[in-house]
């Protein structure tokens, strides 16, 4: 069974996905058609942190590990 919890387009904090995390959820869904998007967004996201100058190494390794 799946729940709704995050629709396309939808802005979302760290504090959400925590929540959802205390809240025992462990796997999403992604449908087959919008996974390519979201693997790039991800992989976007994470090269954008990645390469900030202001980001130390330790927070780097740590942003890799989520």
Do not use: W
């Amino acid at each position: 069974q799946f729940v709704k919890r995050i629709h396309q387009g939808d802005i979302f904090s760290q504090e959400v996905i925590k929540k959802y995390c205390d809240q025992g959820l462990k796997n999403f869904y992604i449908p087959k058609e919008q996974q390519k998007n979201f693997t790039t967004f991800v992989s976007n996201k994470l090269v954008e942190l990645l390469n900030d100058p202001k980001l130390e190494g330790d927070a780097k390794l740590e942003a890799m590990g989520k």
